[in-house]
């Protein structure tokens, strides 16, 4: 009788204990309050999220590089905040902790739709960029010729990142043509990854920006990126509804960095000269 008892006390135990994790987990005790431009200042950090790539943030050597990072290392300069860069692959986490408000700016390059300007705030445009088909050079694929008409694109497998902007674009670009086109959300490798995959022909086609693919193109000439998918898109950086004064900050500071010449010769180095 005793044991019965006893098991019967563990049991109401542990089940006490699974409900307690299951309620902090559903509600953290520290939940991390909304911040705008003056919770900012006041602590002096300023938090940003990018992707581990050559547009974002990577290491090449004992020197940190990217587009993003430089921006961010030039807004510090200007802004008198530490700059905090924090890395996340996938964009869809970088808007669950933006959301959180873990991060105070996702610092990649987001194509501003008006869906996706409902639930957020984004910058001035950072780049002019369109989503373009990666895919093997004549040379490099025995002879074969590049595709260049999208009607082309029907029945094949296209290689995407997970929660690419891509991928409603590829969504349309069926309907437009009128076919089926398989798209493969890979959720291990970036477009980066993706584009070597081509290039070693492990797969044949994969779609991702324009200012990646040629990132890509200059270390793997046997890419072939001049077929468009989508139109030039603006794309910015997004901030949280709640955050409008920080989102002016950011304006202010793009502005004069473009204004001094130096957003030019970021540009440049990484993507070349626009054309």
């Known amino acids: 009788m005793r044991t019965k008892k006893l098991l019967i006390l563990y049991i109401a135990l542990l089940a006490i204990a699974v409900s307690t994790m299951i309620m902090l987990w559903k509600h953290p005790l520290h939940e991390i309050p909304p911040r705008d431009y ?29 587009f993003q990072y430089e921006l961010s290392q030039a807004i510090a300069k200007l802004s008198g905040l530490e700059v905090q860069t924090h890395l996340e692959m996938s964009l869809a986490k970088s808007f669950e902790d933006l959301s959180g408000n873990k991060y105070d700016v996702i610092a990649r390059n987001i194509p501003a739709t008006s869906e996706i300007k409902e639930e957020y705030l984004f910058t001035d445009p950072i780049v002019l960029n369109k989503q373009v088909l990666v895919q ?68 044949d086609y994969a779609v991702c920006d324009q200012q990646i693919a040629r990132l890509s193109q200059k270390q793997l000439p046997e890419l072939d990126i001049d077929t468009d998918i989508s139109f030039t898109q603006l794309q910015s950086w997004a901030v949280r509804k709640d955050s409008p004064v920080l989102l002016d900050s950011l304006n202010s500071w793009l502005n004069q960095i473009r204004e001094s010449g130096l957003y030019n010769k970021i540009y440049e180095r990484y993507y070349g000269k626009r054309k």
Do not use: C, F, W
């Open 136 to 203: 093997r050079t004549a040379k490099a694929n025995d002879g074969k010729q590049p595709i260049r008409n999208q009607l082309d694109l029907a029945k094949k497998t296209l290689y995407i990142p997970k929660d690419s902007p891509a991928l409603l674009r590829l969504h349309n670009l069926e309907i437009e043509i009128g076919d089926s086109i398989y798209v493969i959300e890979d959720e291990l490798y970036s477009s980066e990854q993706l584009a070597i995959m081509v290039a070693k022909g492990d797969i």
């Open 38 to 66: 003056e919770q900012i200042k006041e602590e002096g950090v300023l938090r940003m999220v990018t992707e581990y790539n050559q547009s974002g943030y990577y290491v090449a050597g004992d020197t940190i590089e990217g």
